[in-house]
């Protein structure tokens, strides 16, 4: 533990950036990063195999597309404070009409796109 | 995944209850709880052995307070919007002189207490 522990403010961890789609880890906590993105536009379809993705909303409106075991599309649209988990192995798309501030929580090491090959490096901040 | 996805209003959960250190589970993920809670006053002295315990301010000023592994006390104050992880075995006191509403995220059946002797039942909701 740090000798002087100290909080971790969402606003200003976010105000230390403006790049899109790369995330920021801003703590770890039982081996998962918290991290910090902001996003605008569409992401590509993926999935993750072995971990359920926690998004939580801090600004603006995420639409988060999902294909069903079935093969349907569905999705699921999140406001400021609004929270949703995709199960492990579904595949879903993020998409942000305007600009969107997110909290995410993965596995320390999990690629963004599902893809080592296509994921960016995630900075610490 | 359910086949209409439904995203988790904070502030609507947290109109739902009104008991205080009662922690209620809005979500899972990676077998963690996500859960809301209400506290006011002194909680426990306790700690984790296994288990990170991360906390999110949604409303209020929570102090935690701080065992250092050589014995000294700290503390470490978070607002809205702020977050702290207190490392696994660190000994930990949260406190708040007003109510305070927190994100929190532990292994399922973590015990809040540290102690599953004493440890409060994770209400669904």
Do not use: C
């Amino acid at each position: 533990m740090d000798t002087e522990p100290t909080s971790i403010n969402l606003e200003a961890k976010l105000a230390k950036f403006s790049d899109r789609w790369h995330p920021k880890i801003i703590s770890n906590f039982n081996g998962h990063d918290v991290m910090l993105v902001k996003v605008k536009g569409d992401f590509v379809w993926h999935s993750h195999p072995d971990t359920d993705d926690f998004f939580l909303v801090l600004q603006g409106t995420l639409r988060i597309d999902l294909r069903t075991p079935s093969g349907e599309t569905t999705h699921v649209e999140l406001n400021p404070g609004e929270l949703y988990v995709v199960p492990k192995g579904i595949e879903h798309r993020p998409v942000a009409v305007d600009e969107v501030h997110l909290l995410l929580i993965e596995p320390i090491g999990t690629p963004n796109t599902g893809d080592p090959s296509t994921a960016v490096k995630k900075e610490v901040i």
